[in-house]
């Protein structure tokens, strides 16, 4: 009789080779591909040459032209003040901010005047008698006139030095009667005031400290590599004024964006010891004109016009090598071949390349792991260079090579 343990083995086998048999009549035919290529697939732009503006970004604050603290000169008791000497008013050149009660000094001015008309009696009435004592001699004398004596020449010359004397007290008392009108210096700003109606001032008691308003200044730190791209010539003789390249400051002021035109016109005419940085000066004329105006304090941004270069080809940063020297140009049979450039400015996303690439040039911009001379790639274009976004961005990176 046949066991259970024999037919179970001879069950599975049949069961395996029926299996067998079924997968192997339901498969189709086996398709036939062809090997996968290993090129690897790069994106390219095409080099298209376009003007671009060797813009320089960078930031300060706004200064007054000039700040100065003014000071009593003489002493006295305020009774009157300007209307506009409060902080942040503006006041013209000339106008009287603080008077000092003057009584006394009209009444040195007097006593001075009366001094000065003394002087002028004696001096008249020694010359008088000078020309008296001249005609007695020549009546009765002989000859020439003995000595200086008889033309008293000695009290001429003492009575017309005590007139000089009284006409520069004069002077003087008139001057400090003058000073107790305190007049602004120049057409200003009042940052300060230390001083009011009543208020007893001994001289040189600061009164208040005034900006000067018919320019600002701005601070504009710039790395030495980015003056390039300016017109700024260095040497400034005898107080002249450069007239550098235009400049546009903006920031937000009273809720929005707010911008002022300016121009540069000198440089600190050194390089800052600590940040390696050469400070541009840009001068805003009538900063309180404008609305708003441009005060003093604000923190500003600064687009610096520079030179504009022609024929230039703007292209992404990775398009560079490693060196940042040369970039991998596809030739027509979609070999990699290499081409040096000359990089002219680094900003950061891309790169300004003045030379070593023509019109219609085929430029890498992947990122490739390994590239050999020669090299079989598939490639992906994307059009051309051209930027269609003219602003330079404000990271800087630049590359100090002069401009061709």
């Known amino acids: 009789m046949v066991t259970l343990k024999a037919v179970v083995p001879i069950l599975i086998l049949a069961v395996a080779g029926i299996t067998g048999w079924w997968l192997h009549s339901s498969q189709g035919p086996v398709e036939q591909r062809p090997p996968s290529s290993r090129e690897p697939i790069v994106r390219t732009v095409t080099v298209a040459h376009e003007s671009v503006p060797l813009d320089v970004e960078a930031q300060g604050t706004v200064l007054p032209r000039t700040e100065t603290t003014m000071v009593a000169q003489v002493a006295g008791q305020i009774v009157a003040t300007s209307p506009y000497f409060e902080v942040g008013g503006l006041v013209d050149a000339g106008e009287v901010l603080v008077e000092l009660d003057s009584r006394d000094y009209e009444l040195e001015v007097e006593r001075a005047r009366a001094a000065v008309a003394e002087a002028e009696v004696v001096l008249e009435r020694e010359n008088a008698e000078a020309v008296i004592a001249l005609e007695e001699w020549e009546r009765l004398g002989d000859g020439e006139p003995p000595g200086i004596l008889v033309t008293r020449e000695p009290q001429i010359k003492a009575a017309a030095a005590a007139l000089r004397a009284a006409q520069a007290a004069l002077e003087q008392t008139e001057l400090a009667l003058e000073r107790t009108r305190i007049v602004a210096p120049f057409d200003g700003r009042i940052r300060t005031k230390t001083v009011g109606v009543g208020q007893y001032l001994s001289e040189g008691a ?80 009538e900063p309180y004109e ?36 040369h970039v991998w140009l596809v030739d027509p049979e979609s070999r990699l071949r290499r081409r040096p450039v000359d990089v002219i400015r680094n900003l950061g996303d891309e ?23 020669g090299m079989a790639v598939q490639i992906v274009d994307l059009g051309s260079s051209h930027r269609h976004d003219t602003m330079t961005p404000t990271v800087d990176t630049e590359t100090p090579v002069p401009v061709p």
Do not use: K
């Open 206 to 285: 600061i009164i208040a400290v005034v900006q000067a308003i018919d320019y600002a200044e701005v601070r504009l730190p710039v790395r030495d590599a980015t003056l390039a791209f300016l017109d700024i010539p260095f040497v400034q003789r005898n107080g002249e004024t450069l007239r550098g390249p235009e400049v546009e400051l903006s920031t937000e002021f009273a809720g929005a964006r707010q911008s002022w035109i300016g121009q540069i016109v000198r440089t600190d005419g050194e390089v800052d010891l600590e940040s390696r940085m050469v400070n541009l000066v840009a001068r805003v004329d």
């Open 290 to 325: 404008t609305d708003p105006p441009l005060a003093v304090g604000l923190f500003v941004d600064a687009h610096i016009h520079g030179q504009v270069l022609e024929r230039a080809v703007v292209l992404p940063s990775a398009a560079l090598s490693e060196n940042g020297e």
């Open 351 to 373: 790169v300004v390349i003045g030379g070593g690439l023509e019109v219609g040039d085929r430029v890498c911009v992947s990122l490739l792991s390994l590239a050999v001379d």
